[in-house]
Nanobody, 115 residues
């Protein structure tokens, strides 16, 4: 069983920054892939950024150059640094981990970007 706990969401003006954290209940190196998804009102959940156990990263085209995913191994935490935020980045951000052929999700954290 895996528990994921997100934090760091909030309200920010366009152009601002936020940093999201996802604390995992086990070593993040045990996950094949761990990363961030988001869901805007009325839209499907989409992948934002992921990082593999080998350190490879994948970003959605809409966030490339603005968001950075990284790992804090000592704290079993995955971070998402979000810069130059836009109103279209608004949504609930979820942490996801793929482990032993199963997907695990956190409870989500709200990010709201005002124009």
């Amino acid at each position: 069983q895996v528990q994921l706990a997100e934090s760091g969401g909030g309200l920010v003006q366009a152009g601002g920054s936020l940093r999201l954290s996802c604390a995992a209940s086990r070593s993040i190196f045990s996950f094949n892939v761990i990363g961030w998804y988001r869901q805007a009102p009325g839209k499907q959940r989409e992948s934002v950024a992921t990082i593999s156990s080998g350190g490879g990263t994948v970003y959605a085209d809409s966030v490339k150059g603005r968001f950075t995913i990284s790992r804090d191994n000592a704290r079993n935490t995955v971070l998402l640094q979000m810069n130059s935020l836009k109103p279209e980045d608004t949504g609930v951000y979820y942490c996801n981990a793929h482990f032993l052929r199963a997907d695990y999700w956190g409870q989500g954290t709200q990010v709201t970007v005002s124009s």
